[in-house]
């Protein structure tokens, strides 16, 4: 008995720190499983290290990253976009409608003159427009043209198509890991 009072007093304290830290919105119990996880994956790491783990993250990350760019551009072959950065930029102002270009950039975690270039890609390909901010004259807005709305329409379903066979390997709870675990690493 006391060892299940022991463990029910560890749960309550990861709790309480798991509340602390998610306060900003009403957190999913497999939140906090994964929470739980997390921490006892710490602790069992702290007493036995392994510093090719952090080496191995950044490989995979970054094979993740190259593979489904690759894929991303092969899905777009018959399309005006090109570019996985491109349709990034597209699908997220077709789901905002309008947005400051700075705030697009700043969203994607690119540089100024980066994302300005794909930016200016997309203007000159028609596939967005570009106009005044009323609430600050110095801004400019873009939202997708109506030939950016066809071409989002047309490659939608091959892009849903490639997502869907990259997390098939993957449940919904393992689905919902790895979105905490990589919004973590994004901190």
């Known amino acids: 008995?006391?060892?299940?009072?022991?463990?029910?007093?560890?749960?309550?304290?990861?709790l309480e720190n798991f509340a602390q830290t998610h306060s900003s919105h009403e957190p999913k119990l497999s939140e906090f499983l994964a929470y739980v996880e997390s921490e006892l994956s710490e602790n069992s790491e702290e007493e036995?290290?392994?510093?090719?783990?952090?080496?191995?993250l950044f490989f995979r990350l970054l094979s993740i990253s190259r593979t489904l760019k690759y894929e991303v551009k092969r899905a777009l072959k018959t399309s005006?976009?090109?570019?996985?950065?491109?349709?990034?930029?597209?699908?997220?102002?077709?789901?905002?409608?309008?947005?400051r270009k700075m705030e697009l950039i700043k969203m994607h975690s690119?540089?100024?003159?980066?994302?300005?270039?794909?930016?200016?890609?997309?203007?000159?390909?028609?596939?967005?427009?570009?106009?005044?901010?009323?609430k600050d004259k110095r801004a400019k807005?873009?939202?997708?043209?109506?030939?950016?709305?066809?071409?989002m329409t047309k490659v939608s379903s091959l892009i849903e198509e490639l997502i869907?066979?990259?997390?098939?390997?993957?449940?919904?709870?393992e689905k919902a890991n790895m979105i905490i675990l990589l919004k973590k690493l994004m901190k």
């Open 141 to 151: 807005l873009i939202k997708l043209s109506e030939l950016g709305e066809k071409e």
């Open 110 to 134: 690119m540089n100024g003159p980066s994302g300005i270039e794909v930016i200016r890609r997309l203007i000159k390909l028609k596939l967005i427009d570009e106009f005044d901010d009323s």
């Open 80 to 99: 005006l976009i090109s570019t996985y950065e491109e349709y990034s930029f597209m699908i997220h102002i077709h789901h905002l409608t309008s947005i």
């Open 1 to 14: 008995m006391n060892q299940s009072l022991n463990i029910l007093k560890e749960l309550i304290s990861h």
């Open 48 to 56: 036995n290290p392994q510093d090719h783990k952090n080496g191995e």
């Open 164 to 173: 869907d066979e990259n997390g098939a390997s993957l449940n919904m709870k």
